[in-house]
């Protein structure tokens, strides 16, 4: 399968505990964005990077959330004392500069 | 900033039925526009997609076309199938493909 995967699919956990997902883009593209997408929503734009550079944020991002791509290949990112409100699913996808997105899954989060 | 609106679902048509999602467009400059499928279960898939004026984008049946005098890339074909049955998002890119913006999705449901 070379598309772009993500682990885990859902994740569990309680208000104030920290999570963090996954993402293995298709190999050659070295764009990688995220996405949050609620119930009855399309999906909103989180961050991008650019091989490892993290070229842009959301205003959505808030301090509690951190994104890495550490050597231009995965990424993570993590949320930090979790919110209720932060239950949703997030998106990843991948990218050539200046091409179509494909993406992922996603990772399904509920903050109990 | 940019925003996407598409008409509100669900649309429910009959199997060979003709079908019109309607999606139209603010931005600056000249984006891209974008269709993505969301199957039951499955993670966005690109649909089609035009990059200029004019520009008319298809694939398995569907058709949309970038009018730029009406800022409009609405979603047609011919005769439905109840695979197609699934909720469709409408989006736009600034011309570096930077980040997409998605409209809220419509639901599609085809009945035999």
């Known amino acids: 399968d070379t598309g772009v995967s993500q682990n885990p699919r859902h994740k569990i956990t309680k208000r104030g505990q920290n999570v963090t997902f996954r993402c293995d883009p298709i190999s050659e593209h070295n764009r990688l964005y995220w996405y949050r997408q609620t119930l009855g929503q399309g999906p909103e734009f989180l961050t991008y990077?650019?091989?490892?550079?993290?070229?842009?944020k959301s205003r959505l991002l808030s301090d509690r959330f951190s994104a890495e791509r550490p050597k231009g290949s995965f990424s993570t990112l993590e949320i930090q004392r979790t919110e209720q409100g932060d239950s949703a699913m997030y998106l990843c996808?991948?990218?050539?500069?200046?091409?179509?997105?494909?993406f992922g899954p996603g990772t399904r989060l509920t903050v109990l | 900033g940019d925003s996407v609106t598409q008409m509100e679902g669900p649309v429910t048509l009959s199997e060979e039925a003709f079908l019109t999602i309607n999606c139209t467009y603010t931005a600056t400059g000249y984006p891209s526009l974008f269709w993505y499928v969301q199957y039951p279960g499955e993670g966005l898939q690109l649909l089609l997609k035009?990059?200029?004026?004019?520009d008319k984008g298809s694939n398995k049946g569907f058709e949309a076309t970038y009018r730029k005098e009406t800022t409009s890339f609405h979603l047609e074909k011919g005769s439905v199938q109840v695979s197609d049955s699934a909720v469709y998002f409408c989006a736009l890119s600034d011309q570096g493909f930077q980040k997409l913006v998605f409209g809220t999705g419509t639901r599609l449901l085809v009945s035999p």
């Open positions: 035009a990059t200029k004026a004019d």
């Open positions: 996808a991948s990218s050539l500069a200046d091409a179509a997105q494909f």
């Open positions: 990077f650019q091989n490892e550079a993290q070229l842009e």
